[in-house]
């Protein structure tokens, strides 16, 4: 045999002892190739291309945003990453409603390659705490389905919806002036939430256009990936060929989702008034929803569809493992057995509901199965109390090792150079400038335990709605 055949031999035996080698990901990749897809051929298998760590991710109100912070928190786990998190005094929030500041993360969290709980976005704060490479991700959600989840979420807390009689959202929308107080506590859940949580001014006049504008595009220009929730499948296609990420690292399942009895449908015209009061979200939604397809079209319509079929199967196959063979029931907080597993509940009014894992999981599964499990379904609150302990501790062990005459990592100032991961990709162009804080609301408290969830370039046509915040 001539040394070009053998040649050819051995590369082709590698090739497979590879793909076989990585196992679940070896009907993902062989799928993609007999696609034919471009942007899926370039991809390397995984392994070879290094994984984007450093990551934020702005946590919007009633978006499906817990469901992508869960997805985070074990992305960073399992690559033994730093996830910043609130100080206690901020509960499991950055202090929000506040402005975002530095001075809002726990010491024990720093420096960090992730940030994904819910804040007021302030870019030139997060530029400072973060890695120069750090790629920023965020999600929106249609005004009409959001806002009827805002009202309803925060009927007891906000003090525009508890004054409005028999807590009527047609009421409301009849007269918002009525009830509403633009520099009231807890204002923002009731006026242009995505626009405030975005560092937004959530009253200016919808006639003000320019500003309106100006917003979209800044926002455009900082975030690399602003996902759909009612298309979250087809955001996460994207998110993982922005990240270099595989399908293992986007599984999810659904969280802190109301029972249907605690929806309520919206009347004809409702939608249209949802959307002239949220004027500066509903042009959010619109300019980003369009701008989901410009770059799902350069996928290629089929590639798309392929990949969420693969996705939404490996996540089936999870979840049956997860649950004893069954796909999961929804069950409510007082029917789940583990406190750990009990999702908040705003009110009497509104019951949010969770998942209760088997009894006999542990028969016949490892440690780090179950804890994969586990933490699949873990409530926001939970696991955010859960992973700060985890990290003080790696911190404890980490600063106890350190020779004396090393200054306590606390006495340094906030790292603004590049990662500790230098194999890492960095974004196309440097991070723009902040989107500044405006004038929102002026309270400064925290507010009660909230809800929890680049190219741009031809539409795709319409499809069917697949929300998952609600």
């Keep these: 045999m001539s040394q070009k055949k053998i040649f050819l031999v051995f590369v082709a035996i590698s090739t497979v002892s590879l793909l ?3 196992g679940g990901h070896f009907s993902w990749t062989m799928e993609a190739f007999h696609l034919g897809c471009p942007a899926l051929r370039s991809h390397p298998a995984p392994g070879l291309k290094p994984k984007h760590t450093n990551v934020v ?18 992305f960073a786990e399992r690559n033994n990453l730093t996830v910043a998190l609130p100080v206690q005094t901020c509960g499991h929030q950055f202090c929000y409603p506040r402005s975002f500041t530095s001075h809002f ?137 922005l990240l270099s990420w595989d399908l293992d690292d986007i599984l999810y399942v659904k969280l802190n989702m109301r029972t249907p009895s605690s929806k309520r449908s919206l009347t004809p015209g409702l939608p249209a008034k949802i959307r002239a009061w949220n ?35 490996a996540q089936e196959k999870l979840m049956r493992s997860c649950f004893g063979g069954r796909m999961p029931l929804l069950r409510s907080a007082a029917q789940i057995k583990n406190k750990d597993l009990r999702p908040w509940q705003p009110s009497g009014k509104v019951d949010i509901v969770g998942y209760d894992l088997p009894v006999n999981l542990s028969r016949g599964f490892s440690t780090q199965f179950q804890e994969l499990c586990l933490k699949l379904i873990m409530p926001e609150v939970q696991y955010t109390r859960v992973l700060l302990r985890s990290q003080s501790l790696r911190y404890r062990r980490v600063y106890q090792l350190r020779p004396p005459q090393q200054s306590h990592p606390l006495q340094q100032p906030i790292r603004t150079v590049l990662p500790r991961h230098p194999q890492v990709h960095r974004s196309q162009s440097p991070p723009p400038a902040a989107l500044g804080p405006a004038s929102g609301t002026r309270s400064t408290s925290t507010s009660k335990p909230a809800a929890g969830t680049q190219g741009r370039t031809t539409k795709l046509g319409p499809k069917p709605s697949q929300t998952q915040a609600s």
């Excluded at 946590?59 to 912070?69: D, R």
């Excluded at 047609?170 to 939430?193: G, H, I, Q, V």
């Excluded at 006049?205 to 926002?219: G, I, L």
């Excluded at 004027?279 to 799902?296: E, T, V």
Aim: aromatic share 12%.
């Design 105 to 241: 993360v726990h010491p024990h969290t720093l420096p960090p390659n992730i940030i994904t709980s819910h804040m007021r976005f302030s870019k030139a704060e997060l530029q400072r705490l973060m890695p120069n490479d750090t790629i920023y991700v965020t999600i929106l959600r249609e005004p009409g389905s959001m806002f009827e989840s805002l009202f309803s979420y925060y009927n007891q807390y906000c003090q525009s919806f508890k004054r409005v009689p028999n807590g009527s959202l047609e009421a409301f929308l009849e007269e918002p002036w009525r009830y509403y107080r633009p520099d009231e506590k807890d204002s923002m859940y009731a006026r242009n939430t995505l626009t405030f949580d975005l560092g937004g001014d959530k009253d200016r006049p919808a006639k003000d256009v320019a500003y309106a504008q100006a917003f979209v595009a800044e926002v455009d220009r900082v975030f690399s990936l602003v996902m759909i929730a009612e298309y979250f499948d087809e955001s996460l296609v994207l998110l993982r060929h």
């Design 20 to 22: 076989l080698h990585h």
């Design 279 to 313: 004027s500066l979200d509903a042009r959010l939604y619109d300019h980003f929803n369009a701008s989901l397809w410009r770059q799902l079209s350069v996928l290629g319509p089929a590639c798309v569809a392929r990949e969420v079929r693969l996705l939404r199967r």
């Design 57 to 74: 991710f702005l946590k919007t109100h009633k978006t499906a945003s817990t469901t992508m912070q869960n997805l985070l928190f074990r």
